[in-house]
């Protein structure tokens, strides 16, 4: 199982930035699906998740400004994130619900005031 994430980068307060993990080596249509970030001395926490059908939900701190979606034709789950803030800055990683101890690289996002 493999997971690689790319899209992050540096953006200002208020951009936008869409992340994408590409999955291989898994059913990737039976996997429930989830965006999680980690800022340097922070734990790993949970931002986004998507079911199998397609049922979203996601932290209270960036509810309305990020998109959690799927495309299981292309094994890839995205992240659309809208208004970003400073305190978004982490490193995102994807993560399938199946296989818990899998995780990709990562992709840094840096959003400057």
């Known amino acids: 199982v493999q997971l690689v994430e790319s899209g992050g980068g540096l953006v200002q307060a208020g951009g936008s930035l869409r992340l994408s993990c590409v999955a291989s080596?898994?059913?990737?249509?039976?996997?429930?699906m989830g965006w999680y970030r980690q800022a340097p001395g922070e734990e790993r926490v949970l931002v986004a998740h998507?079911?199998?059908?397609?049922?979203?939900n996601y932290a209270d701190s960036v509810k309305g400004r990020f998109t959690i979606s799927r495309d299981n034709a292309k094994n890839t789950v995205y992240l659309q994130m809208h208004s970003l803030k400073p305190e978004d800055s982490a490193v995102y990683y994807c993560?399938?619900?199946?296989?818990?101890?899998?995780w990709g690289s990562g992709t840094q996002v840096t959003v400057s005031s």
């Open positions: 993560h399938a619900d199946l296989y818990s101890g899998t």
């Open positions: 080596g898994m059913l990737f249509s039976i996997n429930a």
């Open positions: 998507i079911t199998v059908g397609g049922s979203t």
